[in-house]
């Protein structure tokens, strides 16, 4: 499962047009094999409950952990964006840090502000839209084989923010409306995701828009599964923890991580026959 996974095929008569900036020769981002959606999943796991894991223990509150992932994440964004090519450390870690600020930007319009979960999952889809939109506006493509120009990248990385924000904001109202436990939920978006394989591959949708909601799907699949794990037995979780939960999926995230690194199965072939260079 490499290249029929939603995403890694060009949609028919898609054009990538050199862009007037600076083009590099390697895409910044991996290729969508079967480890991606693994991690993709993984990482909006944590995101989950590492949140409420910062929210509860660093005695910050909501606003100020929002502000110090924030940094952080500006930080290793500032280090992706030097990068020439895609390297799945630092990819890897922006991924997990945009799922924890992601859920924290949901969990501040709601908790702090009062927004209502209507409101900021609509105020998400249009603000995803809007970036879809500029991106095949100004590039002409929405291909995530091509991601090699900063100004691509600048519409990924801010497409991956709202697609965290969307998946928790939507998630969470959809739990909210049919209130059907965190194991049932799991299964609903798993079938969501389901049926968008079973559109691609069988009704022909489009592999470019599959592959975005697919990894809309991931956020509230992930978030689902890692209530579950962490939540009290008298919740309907298996009483995990937060702590637990987060070591244990951060730890199957870096030993994934470390496999692709050494054997770079998700990087396209011109750069996998290239030595490494930053």
């Given at each position: ?65 929002s502000l110090l992932m924030s940094v952080l994440l500006v930080a ?197 026959l290239t030595p490494q260079a930053s």
């Amino acid at each position: 499962m490499t290249a029929d996974l939603p995403g890694a095929v060009e949609a028919p008569g898609t054009s990538h047009p050199a862009p007037t900036g600076r083009r590099l020769r390697w895409n910044k981002v991996p290729e969508v094999t079967a480890y991606f959606w693994v991690i993709k999943v993984l990482c909006t796991t944590v995101g989950e409950t590492a949140a409420d894991l910062l929210n509860e223990k660093l005695g910050l509150g909501l606003t100020g952990v929002s502000l110090l992932m924030s940094v952080l994440l500006v930080a290793v964004l500032v280090a992706q964006f030097r990068t020439r090519a895609y390297r799945p450390g630092i990819y890897w870690l922006a991924v997990a840090l945009i799922s924890v600020v992601g859920t924290l930007i949901s969990d501040n319009l709601t908790d702090n502000l009062g927004v209502p979960l209507e409101t900021s999952t609509v105020a998400f889809a249009v603000a995803l839209v809007v970036v879809f939109v500029a991106w095949y506006r100004s590039e002409r493509t929405l291909s995530i084989h091509h991601v090699d120009t900063t100004r691509r990248e600048s519409f990924y990385w801010l497409a991956v923010l709202f697609t965290f924000a969307l998946g928790t904001a939507a998630g969470d109202l959809v739990a909210e409306r049919m209130d059907l436990g965190y194991w049932l939920s799991a299964g609903l978006f798993a079938l969501a995701i389901a049926a968008v394989a079973v559109a691609h591959f069988a009704l022909g949708l489009d592999a470019v828009w599959s592959f975005w909601v697919a990894y809309i799907l991931t956020r509230p699949l992930g978030a689902s599964i890692g209530d579950y794990l962490s939540q009290p037995t008298a919740d309907g979780g298996l009483g995990l923890g937060t702590v637990i939960t987060s070591v244990l999926f951060l730890a199957v995230i870096l030993g994934l991580v470390v496999f692709l690194t050494v054997t770079r199965r998700d990087v396209s072939d011109p750069e996998r026959l290239t030595p490494q260079a930053s």
